[in-house]
């Protein structure tokens, strides 16, 4: 298996574009997770789906992130407008079973750089 | 806050030597894991550790946990260069992991 894929591994944009993460998720894994991680506030969890559904979204910043889990193997963040603070590295990562009893594997991340 | 916390913030040894990290929480936990994390990379799983257990093995890694104390702690045996990461502690919650801010380990050769 390739392992979680997230796509592009590096974005620089200008302030106000609109910004789209991708992930895909390892075969088999039913549970997705976005992270944001920056040195001040260390890696946060954004929101969290299960079986495609979000379970928990309480830690999406604000009205400007949105995430979608179409289907099984493929998921989004977007960012729109983005600003300055977005900028982080943007990790998704994945698990089989759900819950938080097994270990979660991690994508390579996406670097965020709005100027 | 149910998130870990790792100490110390940063640990630098020579190679061959030990390297301890800790990390305590605040709430009961169902289990808790353990990360690495090297520059530029995303998080890989080392170890993890359920709230019924007390000590683990797995190679040169050991961990405890006290969850009297609300503690744990991560053993890097005979260290080596290719140890030098960022280690995370994560507690578990109920339907996620809550991360702490890390330990950056240092080994020099």
């Known amino acids: 298996d390739a392992g979680v894929i997230q796509s592009p591994r590096h974005e620089v944009t200008e302030m106000g574009q609109e910004v789209t993460l991708r992930c895909k998720p390892i075969?088999?894994?039913?549970?997705l997770f976005w992270y944001r991680q920056t040195m001040m506030r260390g890696l946060e969890l954004l929101i969290y789906?299960?079986?495609?559904?979000?379970?928990?979204d309480s830690g999406m910043p604000e009205d400007r992130f949105s995430a979608k889990m179409p289907n099984a193997s493929f998921s989004t963040l977007k960012i729109q407008p983005s600003e300055p603070r977005d900028s982080a590295v943007y990790f998704c990562?994945?698990?089989?079973?759900?819950?938080?009893?097994?270990?979660?594997?991690f994508g390579p991340g996406t670097r965020l750089t709005v100027l | 806050s149910q998130q870990g916390e790792e100490d110390p913030q940063a640990l630098s040894i020579q190679e061959g030597e030990n390297a301890t990290m800790n990390c305590s929480y605040k709430?009961?936990?169902?289990?808790l894991q353990w990360y690495r994390q090297n520059s530029g990379r995303g998080l890989v799983h080392l170890i993890l550790?359920?709230?019924?257990?007390r000590e683990k093995h797995s190679g040169r890694l050991r961990v405890t946990l006290d969850t009297s104390k609300k503690s744990s702690s991560l053993l890097i045996t005979a260290s080596r260069a290719a140890d030098t990461a960022s280690y995370f502690c994560?507690?578990?919650?109920?339907?996620?992991?809550?991360f702490g801010a890390g330990t950056r380990l240092t080994v020099i050769p």
């Open positions: 994560a507690t578990s919650g109920a339907n996620n992991l809550f």
């Open positions: 075969s088999g894994h039913n549970s």
């Open positions: 789906f299960n079986n495609n559904v979000p379970i928990d």
């Open positions: 990562a994945s698990l089989q079973g759900g819950g938080s009893y097994n270990e979660q594997f």
């Open positions: 709430t009961s936990i169902n289990n």
């Open positions: 550790i359920r709230s019924n257990e």
